[in-house]
C-alpha cells in the first residue's frame, strides 16, 4: 500500500510547485512586458499583461503598456479603460491623459475628448490648450426630396369603395425637405443643438362629410419646424439630452360647399388652416468599453393624437475604432387617438464600415407601423396624416472633407408605406387601405469648425 501511495503524493507535489510556478513574478513581468513594448510586439504584450492582471498584479506601468499596445492596434475604445486605470494609479498623470485624449476623440467621443483636454497641464496645456466655448461649433445643411404615390397606384376611395362612410384619405405624392443644423459648444461638457426643417408637400386629398365628395390631385401642405436639444456630457462617457421640437404648418382644406345655381356645377372654397404640434422627451448615451448603449423617450402631440414612445438599444464597435460597427434597437409606441390606445413595436438594425480610411457606408433598417413615429432623440419626424410607414430601409456614403471630421453624405431610403381612410364622427373602422413604394434621396454636409 505505501509503495502505490507515495508515488501518487509525489506526482501531486509536483504538479502543486509545476502550478505554482505559473504564477508570474512581478520582476519577470515589469522586465518582459517593457522589453516588448519596445519592441513593438503588441499582441504578445496583451497576452502577458492579462495573465498578470488575472493574478492581481496591476500597476500603473503596465496598464500604461496595455493602454498603447491596444492603441496601436488601433483598439481605442478597450484601451480607454487601462488609462483610465492609469490614472487612478497616478492621478493627473499627463501622458495618460493626452492618450485617453485620442482615445476618446478617434473612437467618436468629441465631447468626452475634450473633458479629458480640460485636464491638461503644463507643457501639454501650452501644445494643445484646453477648449473653450464656440457660439458655432458645427454648422450642417440637408436636402431629401421624396417621391411618394404613383397617379395610376391612386383610385379615389368613392370609386372603390362606394360605401365609405364620411372620413378624409391623404396619400403623398412628393415633397421636398430642407434642413439646417447648428451646434453651440458652450463650455466643454454642455452645448446645444438646434435644427430648422422647412417642408413643401403635395398630396392626393379625399374628402367626404356625408353629403359633399371632393378629390384635390395636388392638395399642398407647408410645414416648419424647430428642434433644442442641450446636452450635458461626462468624461466617462455618459451624456443626457432632453428635447423639444415645435411643428407647425398649414395645408389646403375644404371649408365651404357652394351648390350649383339651377342644377349647374357648385363651388368649393379651400382654405389654409394652420396647425401646430409638439414633441418633447429625453435621451441618453453610455459609452462604455466596445458598446455605446442608448435609451430615449418621448411624448408627442401629433395630428390631433397623443403619444408615448420609447427606443433602446446598443451599438458595438468589434474593432474599437469607428471601422467597423453594429447596432440593435428596439422602439415601443403607445398612441391615443379619441378613445382607442394603439401600441407597435419597431425593431431597428443598423450596420456601418469604413471604407479606406475616410469613407463610411450605413446601413440601416426597420420595420413596423411607424405613424408619428420619432427618430434621433425626436430630431426626425414622421407625422403624414392617415399614412403609415410600414417598413423602410436607408443607406449612405460618408465622406471625411477635413481634418476635423467635417463630412460630405449622400443617400438614399425606400419605405413601404400604407394610407388609411380616416373616418369622421362615430364611425371607427378604418378600410380602403392603399399600399404603395416610397423613394426618397438626400445630400447634405456637416461642416466642424
Known amino acids: 500500500m505505501y509503495r502505490v501511495i507515495a508515488p501518487a503524493v509525489l506526482f501531486m507535489l509536483l504538479l502543486s510547485r509545476a502550478g505554482a510556478q505559473e504564477v508570474p513574478d512581478f520582476h519577470k513581468v515589469n522586465t518582459e512586458t517593457y522589453r516588448l513594448y519596445l519592441a513593438r510586439q503588441w499582441d504578445s504584450l496583451l497576452v502577458m499583461g492579462k495573465d498578470a492582471l488575472k493574478a492581481d498584479m496591476d500597476y500603473y506601468y503596465l496598464r500604461m503598456r496595455m493602454g498603447i499596445a491596444l492603441y496601436n492596434k488601433k483598439k481605442y475604445r478597450q484601451a480607454i479603460a487601462h488609462f483610465e486605470r492609469a490614472l487612478r494609479l497616478n492621478q493627473g498623470d499627463q501622458a495618460a491623459l493626452e492618450l485617453l485624449y485620442y482615445c476618446r476623440l478617434l473612437s467618436g467621443q468629441g465631447e468626452a ?3 479629458v483636454r480640460k485636464q491638461f497641464r503644463g507643457e501639454l496645456a501650452l501644445r494643445m490648450p484646453p477648449p473653450g466655448g464656440k457660439f458655432f461649433s458645427s454648422i450642417g445643411v440637408e436636402y431629401l426630396y421624396h417621391s411618394g404615390i404613383k397617379e395610376e397606384e391612386y383610385t379615389s376611395p368613392s370609386v372603390n369603395v362606394p360605401a365609405l362612410p364620411p372620413g378624409v384619405q391623404y396619400a403623398t405624392v412628393r415633397y421636398s425637405n430642407a434642413f439646417l443644423a447648428l451646434e453651440n459648444s458652450i463650455i466643454p461638457g454642455f452645448s446645444l443643438q438646434h435644427a430648422y426643417t422647412f417642408l413643401a408637400k403635395t398630396n392626393h386629398l379625399y374628402y367626404y362629410d356625408g ?12 410645414q416648419h419646424q424647430y428642434y433644442l436639444a442641450p446636452r450635458i456630457s461626462w468624461k466617462s462617457g455618459l451624456s443626457i439630452q432632453p428635447m423639444v421640437h415645435l411643428v407647425g404648418g398649414h395645408y389646403q382644406y375644404p371649408v365651404q360647399f357652394i351648390p350649383g345655381y339651377m342644377g349647374g356645377f357648385g363651388q368649393v372654397i379651400v382654405g389654409e388652416p394652420d396647425y401646430f404640434d409638439l414633441a418633447t422627451g429625453l435621451g441618453l448615451s453610455l459609452d462604455i468599453g466596445v458598446f455605446s448603449l442608448k435609451m430615449e423617450g418621448q411624448y408627442s402631440n401629433l395630428n390631433q393624437a397623443r403619444q408615448v414612445q420609447g427606443r433602446v438599444g446598443a451599438v458595438l464597435y468589434p474593432k474599437g475604432n469607428l471601422g ?7 422602439a415601443a409606441q403607445v398612441q391615443r387617438r379619441g378613445g382607442d390606445d394603439v401600441t407597435s413595436l419597431v425593431p431597428e438594425a443598423l450596420l456601418g464600415f469604413s471604407i479606406g480610411e475616410k469613407v463610411w457606408f450605413d446601413l440601416d433598417a426597420s420595420f413596423g407601423d411607424m405613424s408619428n413615429y420619432l427618430e434621433y432623440n425626436g430630431m426626425i419626424i414622421y407625422n403624414s396624416f392617415t399614412e403609415v410607414i410600414e417598413k423602410k430601409v436607408k443607406a449612405s456614403l460618408s465622406f471625411q472633407v477635413s481634418e476635423k471630421g467635417s463630412l460630405l453624405y449622400l443617400g438614399g431610403r425606400w419605405s413601404s408605406n400604407r394610407s388609411e381612410f380616416s373616418p369622421l364622427g362615430t364611425a371607427t373602422e378604418i378600410t380602403n387601405a392603399l399600399s404603395y413604394n416610397a423613394l426618397s434621396i438626400y445630400g447634405g454636409i ?4
Open 211 to 222: 353629403t359633399n365628395q371632393f378629390q384635390m390631385d395636388e392638395q399642398q401642405v407647408t
Open 113 to 115: 475628448a475634450k473633458l
Open 324 to 330: 467597423l460597427y453594429a447596432g440593435a434597437f428596439l
Open 446 to 449: 456637416s461642416w466642424k469648425f
